[in-house]
C-alpha cells in the first residue's frame, strides 16, 4: 500500500531552489502558544511532542497550495468567532491571536465561497474548523469573514509542513475497487443541499444500526474539515470514523476527481473491517455541488454504495433528488431530513415518492434502521 503525496517543497540546498526564500526560525514557546485547529491536528500532534526544527516561510514569491500549514495572525473578529481546537473544543479568538490553520478552498452556499490565493497577503479565516483562503463571495445574512494576516507557511527539514505528508492513512490508488461480493454493507446519505439534515440523519441511522447490535463504521467523504460530524457519529455508536481529512485534505472543494474517486474507495477500504457490519458514508453539500455530482454520476459510486438515505428539505426537493438519483442508477432506500420535521411536507412527499419518508429521528430504532439493509 503506498500513500499518495505532494512533491515535498525541501528546505535543504541544493534542492531547495537558490532563488526561492529561506524559512526565518520559529521559537518552540511561540509555536506552542499558538491556537492550532481541528484541521492541523496531526501536526499540532507532532508539534506536542516535539516543537523545535520549525520555520516560517514568507515573501513574495511564495504561493501557497491547500493543504499547507500557515501561521496566521487573528487581525479582526467577524463570522469565525471561536476556531475548533484538534480535541474539538471551540476556542475564543482575539484580535492578535496567532493560530496554526491549513489552507483550502470552500464551499458553503450558506456561508462562503472562498479560493487559496496566489500569494501570503491578507486572508480570512473561512471555516471554523481552521480553513485560511480569500473569501470571494457569501450568503448575504451572513457577517464578513474573520479577517487574517498569514505570517508564513510552516516549514520543518522537510520542506514546508502540508496536511497530506501528516496524514493519518494511506490514500489508496484511485483504480483500487473492493469486491463488493462479500463485506459490510454500505449506506450513503447524500442530501439536496447544506442544512439538509444529512448529518442528523446519518447519526441517527448510525444509532439505529449500532443499538440493533450490528457493528457500524462511519465516513464523511467530502466536505469542509471540522470535527462535529466525525464526533457526532461517535456518539452515535459508530465504532471507527474516518473522513477526507484523515487523508490529508482541509476541505475537498477543487479537489481532481480521480483523488475524490480515491477517498471514497479509501474510506470504504479502511473501514470494511472484518468485523463491521454497515459502512454509513456522508456526502456533505448538494446534488448540483460540483464534486458530489461528479461522484454520483461516477459509475464506480454505485458499485460501491449499496443504497442512499436521502436528506431534503421539502417534498419537491425529495421528488427531485430521488429522480436523479435514479438516473445515475443509485437506489434510494428512503427519504429523510429536515422536511420529516413538518408533517405537512412528509404527507406531500410521500404523495409523489415511491420509496419510504422515514422522519429522522425514527432512523434510531433499531428495527426502522435495519430496514434499510
Given amino acids: 500500500m503506498t500513500v499518495s503525496t505532494e512533491q515535498d517543497r525541501t528546505l535543504v540546498p541544493p534542492t531547495w531552489p537558490e532563488a526561492a526564500p529561506s524559512p526565518t526560525r520559529l521559537s518552540p ?83 462562503f465561497e472562498a479560493v487559496v490565493p496566489g500569494d501570503l497577503g491578507p486572508a480570512h479565516l473561512v471555516a471554523a ?10 450568503h448575504r445574512d451572513i457577517e464578513d469573514a474573520t479577517a487574517i494576516r498569514p505570517l508564513g507557511l510552516l516549514a520543518d527539514a522537510h520542506g514546508v ?7 493519518s492513512r494511506a490514500l489508496l490508488p484511485d483504480t483500487t475497487v473492493p469486491a463488493r461480493t462479500a463485506g459490510p454493507a454500505v449506506i450513503g446519505v447524500v442530501g439536496t443541499s447544506m442544512n439538509s439534515g444529512k448529518s442528523t440523519t446519518a447519526g441517527s441511522l448510525i444509532r439505529g444500526l449500532a443499538r440493533s447490535g450490528l457493528r457500524v463504521a462511519a465516513g464523511k467523504v467530502t466536505g469542509t474539515g471540522a470535527g462535529g460530524d466525525p464526533h457526532g457519529f461517535v456518539d ?18 477543487r479537489l481532481a476527481h480521480d483523488e475524490v474517486r480515491a477517498v471514497l474507495l479509501s474510506l470504504v477500504t479502511h473501514l470494511s473491517d472484518p468485523g463491521t457490519d454497515v459502512v454509513v458514508l456522508e456526502l456533505a453539500d448538494g446534488l448540483y455541488q460540483e464534486e458530489t455530482a461528479r461522484l454520483l454520476a461516477d459509475p464506480l459510486f454505485a458499485r460501491v454504495v449499496d443504497r442512499v438515505v436521502f436528506a431534503a428539505d421539502g417534498a419537491a426537493g425529495a421528488a427531485g433528488g430521488v429522480a436523479l438519483l435514479a438516473e445515475r442508477g ?27 419518508v422515514i422522519d429522522t429521528l425514527s432512523l434510531a430504532e433499531p428495527d426502522v434502521a435495519t430496514a434499510l439493509l
Fill in 129 to 138: 474548523g481552521g480553513i485560511a483562503a480569500l473569501a470571494t463571495d457569501k
Fill in 236 to 253: 452515535a455508536g459508530a465504532s471507527e470514523v474516518l473522513d477526507f481529512t484523515d487523508f490529508g485534505f482541509p476541505t475537498t472543494f
Fill in 29 to 111: 514557546d511561540r509555536l506552542r502558544r499558538a491556537k492550532k485547529a481541528y484541521t492541523t491536528r496531526f501536526v499540532a500532534a507532532g508539534i506536542d511532542a516535539s516543537p523545535e526544527g520549525y520555520g516560517l516561510l514568507d515573501g513574495p514569491d511564495v504561493t501557497p497550495q491547500p493543504g499547507e500549514v500557515v501561521l496566521a495572525r487573528v487581525e479582526a473578529i467577524g463570522m469565525h468567532k471561536r476556531l475548533e481546537s484538534p480535541v474539538g473544543r471551540r476556542q475564543t479568538l482575539f484580535p492578535g491571536d496567532e493560530i496554526l490553520v491549513a489552507y483550502g478552498h470552500r464551499y458553503a452556499p450558506d456561508q
Fill in 330 to 356: 443509485v437506489p434510494v432506500g428512503a427519504v429523510s431530513g429536515v422536511l420529516t420535521s413538518a408533517p405537512l411536507a412528509m404527507r406531500e412527499a410521500r404523495s409523489v415518492l415511491d420509496v419510504p
Fill in 161 to 167: 509542513v502540508a496536511l497530506r505528508r501528516h496524514a
